[in-house]
């Protein structure tokens, strides 16, 4: 468990007093500053970025501004934003601005996507575009959209001759194939449980996959069932309902029944996505995300398969826009970036790194995005998946929630906690955070 409550509690105590951040913004003759994150891939994607657009407009200057996390950057955008002096541009997940929204700090888009040459609203997915829209306004502009896939080591499938995962697989095909795939050091099948012994614990995983109620959405809403009691205002998580046990049962059982995930200690000293890179796991359950990484796997063949399936086929949206800070002291340069970054050459410069599923339409379904020069070869899964994406509650909220659920979600996987004890533990920690969180 990683609990972030002094993060959580900074940001309510810098944003409650800053409100809608400081002066007017409307021009300066400093450089444009974007706040981002990530893996050195991307981070190189975004100045290749910056220079495009600086030397298609000679004279401008954008400043990358590098989080080392998503943590830092949430917490460098808070005090930034106290201090008076807040990037003019950031970029951030859907399940995250929602802090910043309810405050204030955002500056609506709506009036220079109307007058826009560059951006029109038809040429993305709407699943993102709404994502970041509260209170009726588009606040931010979504640079992707994605769902969680299950990435497999297809390399070891042909060796071990277990069928590879395809289109409209189930959750008990799941299961069976993880079970199939989870062998010992001489590369026999084996069912390791938490009670056998070091020894007999297997050299390569079946599966991993995070405990998180991001992780466990889709299977909720795939079983029939709904996450939250209301998805326009929610109150409470609703895993009480047979489909929210049937899902979390189902996903604490592939370590306490199934033995098919790494345990708390070996998650511990390798994570999935290195365990995967590094050829003992067989599959893994993410998103986009994990493609950079993966990219630079020489030792074996990956791919991309769909989310198996309960009743019918639902994905979690995963999606960061851009957003622009109401404090911004250079607004129209700002946009002018923020045009260039999000219309069609922008995207296909950081499409190129595989992070992102495009949210501009034409670009996702271009070979920018789909050409088989690099992995995943089924990259058209992430497009698949895109009309069944729902998203998660906009709640200012939600990263509290998130935060509160995992160590508990955590503790059910690895330690197999009664199931009656973990839902009641979850509503009892959450309830709190959804009755203090504002909506859009």
Same mark, same amino acid.
């Given at each position: ?223 029939? &069932?709904? *996450?939250?009691? %209301?998805?326009?205002?929610? /109150? @409470? ?5 047979? !489909?929210?046990?049937?899902? +979390? ?65 639902? &994905?979690? *949206?995963?999606? %960061?826009?851009?957003?622009? /800070? @109401? ?5 129209? !340069?700002?946009?002018?970036? +923020? ?102």
């Amino acid at each position: 468990m990683r609990p972030k409550a002094l993060l959580a509690l900074l940001l309510s105590a810098v944003l409650f007093v800053t409100g809608c951040g400081s002066g007017s913004g409307s021009s300066s003759d400093g450089p444009v500053r974007l706040l981002v994150f990530g893996a050195p891939e991307e981070l190189a994607a975004y100045r290749t970025l910056v220079e495009a657009y600086e030397k298609a407009r000679p004279g401008t200057d954008v400043q990358l501004v590098e989080a080392s996390d998503r943590k830092d950057l949430l917490a460098r955008l808070a005090t930034s934003v106290a201090g008076g002096a807040p990037p003019d541009l950031f970029l951030m997940n859907y399940r995250f601005y929602g802090q910043f929204a309810a405050k204030n700090v955002i500056e609506p888009l709506d009036d220079r996507i109307a007058a826009s040459q560059a951006v029109d609203p038809a040429d993305y997915y709407p699943v993102a575009m709404d994502a970041f829209k509260w209170g009726g306004k588009q606040l931010c502009l979504p640079q992707n959209v994605s769902s969680l896939a299950v990435y497999y080591n297809r390399t070891l499938f042909q060796k071990y001759g277990v069928p590879e995962p395809k289109a409209g697989w189930t959750w008990n095909d799941l299961v069976g194939t993880a079970t199939a795939m989870t062998r010992d050091a001489r590369g026999a099948a084996i069912r390791a449980t938490e009670s056998e012994g070091a020894a007999q614990r297997p050299a390569v995983h079946g599966l991993g996959v995070e405990p998180s109620i991001i992780r466990l959405a889709p299977f909720v809403w795939s079983s029939g &069932g709904q *996450l939250v009691d %209301d998805p326009d205002r929610p /109150t @409470r998580l609703t895993l009480d309902t047979p !489909a929210g046990r049937e899902a +979390l049962k189902n996903l604490v059982d592939l370590r306490q029944a199934y033995g098919v995930v790494p345990t708390d200690e070996e998650v511990e000293a390798e994570d999935d996505e290195s365990r995967f890179a590094n050829g003992r796991l067989a599959m893994l359950m993410s998103s986009r995300r994990a493609t950079t990484t993966f990219r630079s796997i020489t030792g074996f063949e990956w791919d991309v398969a769909p989310l198996p399936i309960y009743k019918e086929q639902v &994905g979690v *949206l995963h999606s %960061d826009a851009y957003c622009m /800070t @109401r404090g911004a002291k250079n607004k129209e !340069a700002a946009w002018k970036f +923020l045009e260039f970054a999000i219309a069609e050459e922008g995207q296909r410069i950081i499409a190129a790194t595989g992070r992102t599923v495009p949210s501009h339409i034409a670009v996702s379904q271009s070979p920018a995005f789909l050409g088989p020069a690099q992995p995943p070869r089924s990259a058209k899964v992430f497009l698949d998946a895109i009309p069944t994406v729902r998203a998660l509650p906009t709640v200012s909220t939600w990263p509290e929630i998130e935060d509160a659920t995992s160590g508990i979600l955590e503790n059910a996987l690895y330690r197999g906690d009664r199931l009656d004890d973990v839902i009641r533990e979850l509503d009892q920690q959450t309830r709190p955070l959804f009755a203090r969180g504002e909506h859009g």
